[in-house]
């Protein structure tokens, strides 16, 4: 827009023109395009000091914030999709110098393109609505102030990793997120189930991270750098005997392991539900714009290597294997699921896994364009069903029923945000998933061969299951007789509003990238260094539209058989089981079993058994000895007071109750005895700094 | 240096009478087994070090000790030993039992030879240079120096110190206020 | 004058602060011998300014931030040994092992 007048962005904009071959640096809106990850991340720790003075106790300077991201993102978005940006500012930190691979540099830098453009919007604009949202929500919290900072922060991470132009910037990003997911899960840290949720999620990622460590630096040392452009630099050269070729796959498996456990794929994604425990503001930010969605956003970023037939393109079996069956084993599990949130939170599973799974068959149009819907309606979604919880003060379903007559607006928007997530024409859920089913098929049919076409069918069956779970959420929340005990109310405008404003994305934003018709999407992410190289969809797949939606109305349909009729005879919870199934469900596939009794527990016990066999056996014996020297040196003090040499009696006396005296002095809780040990510790070590 | 040399020193002679009188009233401040006494022979031992600190020429750190130390720490102590009710008079309860007394007293005479130690071994016999005769400016520091030092050099520390003390004295007030219980607010109330 | 005979007063002062900080009981003695030590921190750095004749006045200016920061520290102890003694009722560091929990 800089140097565009006003007029043309909208005649351009109209136009549709393919602007792929004119990229440019984006101005000085770009140059500036630091201030969206380093203003909040200072924001944060202003309202950390002085949000409790400030107006409305920090919400403002937090929204303020997320409104300051929002505008500067739509900015960005909106310039990018009229000229195409590629910026990357950088500022050397210090020049670590050369190693054994190469200079290596670290950097603090930018970068605006298109997918970073991208995630800005989102993180911006779904970040606004919903801080507007926590102020009703967490109005009578009592670490009110401290919420709006952690979550503050919560943004500001995913802002760095996302702004990141290089692995090392990237995982400070991605460790700020987790540490920030970690205070905002563990909130309500009184109740001992949350704290362990927080450190649930926490540790899964951290198993996690291992993997992104390893793969960044096998990409590092390799590349000698870690800078993106430098890395897709070299896969675009396609020198097949670099160093990078030869590892490319453990290191694309590694950094995608990483990814695993951010964006909560199968078997890393135990965290995920868990993760409810925090508030429902938190959920919904976690859930559509932050968080989870940075794995998708990670292979998205190097989607090249992924993409390079020289190089990680293997791996793209593994991740559409892990994403076809997230997305059908988690939408099983909302089947059955009694907290609102919890199926929330098994259908983000589902979604993510079809973002997987699109970045497995090479769709990173698609992958990413589900990823952007679905950052609406699933923050819809998380709102509506936190609106609920406001009015009825239960997570769970057996609680609601009936609803629909109380709490109208909330009932409309989460109706609409239940359609976009199954996929009903034409909201944007329809668009995105239906280019993802698109993208699977073209890579059937152009070398993913027999394990696409697999995973082609997996998706629709998850479209159907995708339906038939939301049916089901909408029956017994909103349908039937009211089955709890407290007195609904329609939430605030403060509340209500930022769902309207979310209904608006979810309705539209599928208009951004309808295929043969509008590419502003698929343009506006075709702006980066390195192009991404993938497949996208130019006309709509009219049979899979059809079998999509067709799948889509079948889930709604024997939802409506299922629950309709429970609802109308208002049975106390749903009745529906099927034999064999439900157990497995009911259970999680036994998976949290399998790593408390197969990981956690063996770890767990040796080595608390270890500590305590150090602890009772050399630690004991150290005290033990040292009591029976000073009892021994006691019983040679008897015999020589038998023997009446009077002096040395005294000496020796002293010498024992010295003795005894130091070792009650280990422990017994008082400053001095510790300050002893302290100065005797300093001399101690200063003779020996001396001698040695 | 020999120590024939040593004790014809002038100085010297007024350095032992003040460093026997400071050693021996700290030594009965860590002893006595009487509040008050302890207190009034830190004064004596503060003395001495702003005696000792006129020898050594520094004029200003010797009066800012006797107006600082003696003039107001020291009522302090006074004031917190009458409100925490330490008890007056001859007490023999003020120290540890010997159990503790004999390893601190080790530790601390250790701590002695250590530092003693590692001095005597890095200055040997390096002398401070004497007022050489007639020129009795030589070796003293006037206050006006010291201002200059403190105002240009140094002027940033001194801000941070201005800065801590205001902190300990709203700290001070804050942690010593006593909070009104209830009763005593509800009792404020109907008097007014 | 030997730079030495005024640092091993300093240690030997120090030395007695130390002392004195481990073994008494009632916490306002204990406030006391750390004004011992800070004392003998300041002799060492008037005699350190002397002998290097330092014509900022250096060691000096610091043993005056020492005795400015020693105030401030007594302000504070003092408070907190009342606030103790008001809780407790008692000013006896015996008393205070709530580190041992």
Known sequence: ?692 | MILTDWFTMPENFVYSAIGVTMLATAYRVVTTRNVVHAVLHLVAALAASAALFLLLGAEFVAWTVVLVYIGAVIVLFLFGIMITRAPLGVETELSHPRRIRIPAAIVSFALFLVIGSTMVGAFKDDVIEPAPQGTMEFGITRTADVGQSIFQRFVIPFEVVSVLLLAALIGAIVLARKDPTEEESEATGTMR | MLINQFLLLGAALFSLGVYGVLTRKNAVLVLLSVELMLAAVNINLVAFDRYFVDTEAAGQVFALFVITVAAAEVGIGLAIVLLIFRVRKSANVDEFDLMKL
């Not at chain 1, 007029?7 to 809106?29: C, M, P, Q, W």
């Not at chain 1, 919290?141 to 290089?166: E, H, I, K």
């Not at chain 1, 073209?442 to 159907?464: E, K």
């Open chain 1, 1 to 692: 827009m800089i140097g565009t007048p006003i007029f043309d962005v909208f005649s351009t904009l109209l136009a549709g023109v393919n602007h792929a071959s004119r990229f440019n640096d984006g101005g000085a809106l770009a140059a500036g395009a630091w201030m969206i990850p380093v203003v909040p991340m200072v924001m944060a720790f202003l309202i950390v000091f002085f949000g409790k003075r400030s107006p409305w106790k920090g919400w403002v300077m937090a929204t303020g914030t997320m409104l300051f991201v929002a505008i500067y993102g739509m900015a960005l978005f909106l310039m990018n999709l009229v000229e195409g940006i590629t910026y990357q500012g950088s500022v050397w930190l210090s020049d670590v110098g050369t190693t054994a691979f190469g200079v290596l540099n670290v950097e603090w830098g930018w970068m605006v393109d298109g997918l970073s453009i991208m995630m800005y919007f989102l993180v911006g604009v779904v970040g606004v609505l919903i801080f507007w949202y926590a102020r009703g929500y967490m109005e009578d919290d009592v670490r009110y102030t401290w919420f709006f900072a952690s979550f503050t922060l919560f943004a500001g991470g995913m802002l760095v990793l996302v702004s990141a132009p290089n692995l090392i910037q990237l995982i400070v990003g991605w460790e700020l997120v987790g540490v920030s997911s970690y205070l905002l899960i563990g909130h309500y840290w009184e109740e001992h189930q949350n704290s362990s949720a927080a450190i649930k999620a926490f540790m899964t990622n951290k198993v996690a991270d291992v993997g992104l460590f390893v793969g960044a630096i096998i990409i590092g040392v390799s590349v000698g750098s870690f800078r993106f452009s430098e890395i897709l630099g070299v896969v675009e050269g396609e020198s097949g005997d670099s160093t990078l070729a030869k590892y490319a796959f453990w290191a694309g498996l590694a950094i995608f392991i990483g990814a695993m456990g951010k964006s909560a794929q199968f078997p890393l994604h135990v965290w995920l539900p868990d993760a409810m425990a925090g508030p429902t503001p938190v959920s919904a930010l976690m859930h559509a714009a932050t968080m989870v969605t940075a794995g998708v956003y990670l292979i998205g970023r190097l989607f090249p290597f992924y993409m390079n037939d020289l190089f990680a393109s293997d791996v793209r079996t593994v991740i559409i294997i892990v994403g076809a069956a997230t997305l059908l084993l988690a939408g099983l599990l909302a089947l059955v699921q009694d907290d609102i949130k919890r199926v929330l939170a098994y259908s983000t599973l589902s979604q993510l896994g079809y973002m997987t799974a699109a970045m497995g068959a090479g769709a990173y149009t698609a992958g990413l364009f589900h990823l952007f819907t679905h950052g609406f309606f699933k923050a819809l979604l998380f709102l509506g069903a936190g609106s609920i919880i406001h009015a009825v003060h239960s997570n769970n379903m057996s609680d609601m029923g009936g609803l629909r007559k109380y709490m109208p607006r909330t009932f409309w928007t989460f109706l609409i945000g239940s359609f976009a997530l199954a996929g009903i024409f034409p909201l944007a859920g329809f668009w995105s998933k239906d280019e993802i089913l698109a993208s699977i098929q073209y890579d059937a049919s152009h070398g993913g061969g027999a394990v696409a076409s697999t995973v082609l069918v997996v998706a629709i069956i998850g479209a159907f299951v995708t339906a038939l779970y939301m049916t089901r959420t909408v029956y017994l929340t909103f349908f039937g007789k009211y089955k709890g005990d407290a007195h609904p109310h329609e939430s605030p405008k403060t509340m209500t509003l930022p769902m309207v404003g979310l209904t608006i994305g979810a309705v539209g934003l599928g208009a951004l990238n309808i295929p043969g018709i509008t590419t502003w999407f698929t343009d506006s992410l075709a702006a980066r260094f390195v192009a991404p190289g993938d497949h996208h969809a130019t006309s709509i797949e009219w049979v899979l539209a059809i079998i999509g939606t067709a799948a889509a109305l079948a889930g709604i349909a024997l939802g409506y058989r299922l629950w309709h009729r429970d609802a109308a005879i208002q049975r106390d919870r749903d009745t529906f089981r099927i034999p064999v199934l439900y157990p497995l469900l009911e259970n999680k596939y036994y998976i949290d079993d399998f790593y408390m009794g197969n990981i956690i527990r063996p770890v767990r016990g040796p080595l608390a058994r270890a500590v305590d066999w150090f602890n009772s056996h050399i630690i004991d014996s150290v005290v033990n000895g040292a009591g029976y020297l000073a009892r021994g040196l006691g019983k040679t003090v008897y015999l020589f007071d038998q023997r009446g040499i009077d002096g040395v009696i005294n000496v020796s006396g002293f010498a024992a109750s010295f003795a005894g005296g130091m070792l009650r002095l280990f422990q017994t809780g008082r400053v001095q005895h510790y300050a002893i040990m302290i100065f005797a510790g300093t001399v101690f070590l200063v003779v020996g700094l001396i001698i040695f």
